[in-house]
């Protein structure tokens, strides 16, 4: 597992000269994530030439990758590029690294992506500010605009990670912004992840039934829309719906698989209609959900 | 909600039908019947309300009116087999998509392949061979009409609720396709559907698909499909000859015009069901059942007058179906989901009653007509009520 730490950040400032590491909002795991800036006047003929330019940055480093996280980060930095869209972040850099400066190779390959920092805070820091139901759900069609490019783009590409963290609001306007595409996978494809793995990627409280039993054929959009019908209910209730008394991960998933939450209004006195929409954006089988994202929107505008 | 008309052999039967007598709502063409150029010849007006079925049911079927079409597998992959046809896929869908929207039909049909067996494959295997490649070309095309899906099932996997279950998710899941067009073949050695379990399942279906929110149609149905109608707006077909009334992978394998001539039946409203012409003549003959149970034609009226007994290949009682169907399904249309149950229940109670005053006169209808298909339609619109109607 990747960790900050002072030989790290010497390796990156000498591999990305005038580098200004201000934070580290995620400091372990399979990537490290920094906040920083470089000098606005950069030493010429050093790469990345036009980072001088960029203003506040997230660098994302990952070490000893293999071919498949590799062909997940290409793919996230493929379709980052490929996005012109407010609601995703805009990707400045991407390089792969197995020499620090000096020429000497490193002991794991490093994998850099810098992207645009986008003056936001993660819907996690934000969840009681949209507990009145009706502000709940202007927020949920809010996500569900910014994630339809996504959905239709020709792949039909499917975020597989949608959880508050992932979920930024704009402090400027309120404007939702998906960011952590690494897990995307195209509807329909082989995948690139094992098969044998008892679940998908994913991060478990927020995994879909069909994810929790890595049952790849039924991942699609519907499969992104139990994650964000989980955080709607999170956000109107006050509560997860799977985790409070699951004390394991086969427990958790278990709750995912086959339980079904008390409805909203039953729990928190919320508008019928809106807890009936949660509801069907929750249900276990993708054929019950929503079937396509007009009908998602519509049922989302009150 | 709408009525269609299964075409088959003699589809001019069915053309008249609806374009001169005003019955169904359009039809529905079978390439293996009728030839290219005789299907582009008609009028724009029987077209445009009207479905075109490609029919690759049977991949490699070798009828001579199918190979007229280029895009059929058989001919479009210069002899179909499941290796080379991925490499023509999307030509024979582009072809097939071109065809379906110059000839200016109402929807796009999307072709499937027909299993006879409970094929673990079966989505994967659709996918290849036509869903994938079609919607492709229709993006490409940027066709502006409604997509089905052709859904051709058997009636284990319509029963078998994990089978069914996977096919609602994979149907669901592409949402381009705003419709399905519902074949099921359901093997029986009698003429009207009579498993309670089947008719069951395909009532669950059937909403599940409507909740979904998707168009439905059920093709090759019999009079069984006015027990559809109980789970909304669900449309259903109805044919002449009875190939076109339940579905078989025969009708792409054998040479139908050598096969013995069936004895002529009549359909009879107030028996929800078929008799044998004969037998009608004998039932007729007791005027106060009679008017119970027979719609008054001028098909049928002409052939009663007939000094010769009607021959299956004469329009005249395929006609008077048509008339008797059309309205039956005219008066179901027009009411709620719970008064259409109501009403079902009391014409099924009324063709039982019946069933026993022909017996009683006596009149031993033969298997096929004796109406032993009624009680257990009795019992699944009665399960479907208190479970889905009733608040």
């Known amino acids: 597992m990747l960790s900050d730490s002072p030989h790290l950040r010497q390796i990156l400032s000498g591999l990305l000269p005038g580098l200004n590491i201000s934070s580290t909002p995620k400091a372990s795991g399979q990537r490290v994530v920094y906040f920083c800036s470089f000098d606005p006047h950069p030493v010429k003929g050093t790469k990345p030439t036009k980072r001088g330019e960029w203003g506040k940055v997230v660098l994302k480093v990952s070490e000893g990758i293999d071919p498949t996280q590799i062909a997940y980060l290409q793919k996230e930095i493929e379709i980052l590029n490929g996005f012109k869209s407010q609601h995703y972040p805009r990707l400045h850099w991407n390089d792969i690294y197995s020499e620090d400066v000096n020429g000497n190779p490193l002991p794991h390959r490093l994998f850099v992506t810098i992207e645009e920092r986008i003056a936001a805070k993660p819907l996690s820091a934000l969840m009681g500010k949209y507990h009145k139901d009706k502000d709940a759900c202007v927020l949920t069609r809010a996500i569900v605009e910014a994630l339809e490019p996504l959905w239709s783009h020709p792949q039909k590409l499917v975020h597989r990670d949608i959880k508050p963290d992932n979920l930024l609001i704009r402090e400027s306007d309120g404007s939702v912004v998906i960011i952590d595409l690494g897990i995307l996978r195209e509807e329909g494809s082989i995948g690139i992840t094992l098969s044998h793995q008892p679940f998908g990627p994913c991060s478990p409280p927020y995994a879909s039934p069909e994810q929790a039993n890595n049952d790849k054929k039924n991942i699609t959009f519907k499969s992104d829309c139990f994650s964000l019908g989980i955080v709607a209910y999170e956000l109107i209730s006050g509560t997860h719906p799977f985790l409070p008394g699951a004390k394991t991960l086969s427990e958790l998933f278990s709750r995912i698989k086959t339980k079904n939450p008390p409805p909203l209004h039953k729990v928190c006195g919320c508008d019928k209609r809106i807890s009936g929409v949660v509801e069907k954006m929750m249900q276990k089988e993708p054929y019950r959900r929503h079937r396509t994202v007009s009908q998602l929107l519509s049922d989302l505008t009150i | ?391």
């Not at chain 2, 074949?183 to 599940?208: G, H």
Request: proline share 4%; charged share 25%; with cysteine.
């Open chain 2, 1 to 391: 909600m709408k009525l269609y008309h299964q075409c088959g052999h003699c589809t001019k039967w069915n053309i008249e039908s609806f374009a001169d007598d005003g019955f169904g709502d359009g039809l529905i063409f079978s390439p293996v019947h009728e030839r290219r150029s005789n299907l582009e010849k008609h009028s724009s007006k029987v077209r445009r309300p009207s479905i075109f079925d490609p029919q690759y049911y049977l991949p490699n079927s070798q009828k001579a009116k199918l190979h007229s079409y280029d895009f059929f597998p058989e001919v479009a992959a210069s002899g179909f087999s499941t290796v080379n046809f991925g490499l023509v896929a999307r030509e024979s869908a582009r072809m097939c998509l071109e065809f379906q929207a110059t000839q200016d039909y109402e929807k796009i049909v999307i072709p499937a392949r027909h299993f006879e067996q409970m094929e673990p494959k079966y989505t994967a295997m659709q996918d290849a061979y036509t869903v994938v490649p079609f919607l492709h070309e229709a993006a490409k095309m940027k066709l502006s009409k409604d997509l089905v899906l052709t859904l051709p099932l058997t009636s284990h996997m319509v029963e078998n609720e994990d089978y069914r279950t996977n096919i609602l998710n994979w149907v669901t899941s592409y949402p381009e396709i705003s419709g399905v067009y519902v074949i099921v073949e359901y093997e029986r050695n009698t003429k009207q559907v009579a498993s309670e379990s089947f008719l069951d399942a395909m009532l669950l279906m059937l909403t599940e698909l409507r909740q979904a929110d998707l168009t439905v149609l059920v093709g090759y149905s019999n009079t069984e499909s006015l027990l559809y109608l109980l789970a909304g707006a669900i449309d259903i077909t109805f044919g002449a000859y009875e190939n076109t009334r339940m579905f078989s992978l025969d009708k792409f394998l054998v040479n139908e015009e050598d096969r013995r001539g069936p004895k002529a039946r009549i359909y009879l409203p107030g028996l929800l069901n078929w008799i044998q012409f004969s037998q009608a003549v004998d039932v007729r003959a007791k005027k106060a059942i009679w008017q119970g149970v027979y719609r008054e034609t001028t098909w049928a009226e002409e052939a009663f007058e007939s000094v010769t007994e009607p021959y299956f290949n004469q329009p005249g009682l395929y006609k008077h179906h048509f008339e008797c169907f059309s309205n039956q399904v005219d008066v179901l249309r027009a009411l709620s989901q719970i008064e259409r149950y109501k009403l079902l229940r009391t014409w099924i109670k009324k063709a039982q009653s019946f069933n026993a005053e022909i017996e009683d006169v006596p009149i031993d209808l033969e298997r096929h007509g004796a109406g032993d298909h009624l009680q257990p339609w009795l019992d699944v619109i009665n399960r479907y009520y208190a479970s889905h109607l009733k608040s």
